[in-house]
């Protein structure tokens, strides 16, 4: 007698640098990818499906990920994340697994979500962050910097900030947090929370914060941005391996 089908929870962990993004993409190896043929080969090769809360980009790592799958497997909740850290790769790392309402989608239900990127600002570049951190030796205004983020916050139309691959009509979210945090004297981490984000959107603000610390931009150029739509006023795009997907938040319920 085949298990009955039930919808499960997956918070996941992952190191994002050998793959090619969170997305399945034909001969490259995703994060959606490795999970999807291990819940395959746990159901017996019937193929599986998951769905992520966020789709994070090549190199662009996860602490906090959540995804949802329905799967027609006979080991509990437990057992089930047993076997899953087992079988997975050991940069993806899955942190809890439960079953859930048939109706529960880890994108559509997220309330909000959160991300930090760093930046490595020793002289030498520190090894053991040069995975996870943008290598940034430069001096930096941070007075400038909290000038400029404090012009992030609210519900804005975001359009300047988004990559041309963006398939978004509705470019408005709600940023609740856009705050910076000096970790050690050479390490600084930027925070951004939002109800949801666009593409490539907080690399872009990372990039323009970036300028704006070393002067090329003046603080103002926020609102600049933000007022025009225009993605030519921004900095450049920060690279994908500084950056973070924290956590995913979801109403008390789910």
């Not at 959160?114 to 205004?141: G, I, N, Q, T, V």
């Amino acid at each position: 007698m085949s298990p009955t089908p039930r919808r499960i929870r997956l918070d996941l962990a992952y190191d994002g640098t050998g793959f090619a993004g969170w997305q399945v993409q034909p001969g490259e190896r995703t994060i959606q990818g490795v999970i999807e043929g291990t819940l395959s080969r746990l159901q017996g090769g019937a193929a599986a499906r998951i769905r992520g809360a966020g789709r994070t980009d090549a190199g662009v790592h996860a602490r906090g990920q959540v995804a949802d799958s329905e799967v027609a497997i006979a080991l509990d909740d437990e057992t089930l994340l047993r076997s899953l850290r087992s079988m997975l790769p050991p940069e993806v790392r899955p942190l809890a697994t439960r079953t859930v309402a048939s109706s529960f989608h880890a994108q559509h239900d997220a309330v909000s979500k959160s991300y930090r990127y760093l930046l490595d600002r020793s002289p030498h570049r520190d090894p053991f962050l040069a995975r996870y951190a943008l290598h940034h030796p430069h001096p930096m205004d941070l007075a400038a910097v909290g000038e400029g983020l404090r012009l992030l916050s609210g519900r804005r139309d975001f359009s300047g900030f988004a990559g041309a691959a963006c398939p978004c009509e509705d470019r408005v979210r709600h940023l609740t947090l856009a705050s910076f945090e000096e970790l050690s004297p050479v390490l600084l981490a930027f925070d951004l929370s939002a109800d949801g984000f666009l593409t490539h959107m907080v690399r872009n603000i990372v990039g323009t914060l970036i300028e704006i610390a070393r002067g090329r931009f003046r603080p103002e150029r926020v609102s600049e941005i933000l007022a025009s739509g225009d993605r030519t006023l921004a900095g450049p795009t920060a690279p994908a391996h500084g950056l973070c997907l924290e956590r995913v938040e979801y109403r008390e319920s789910l």
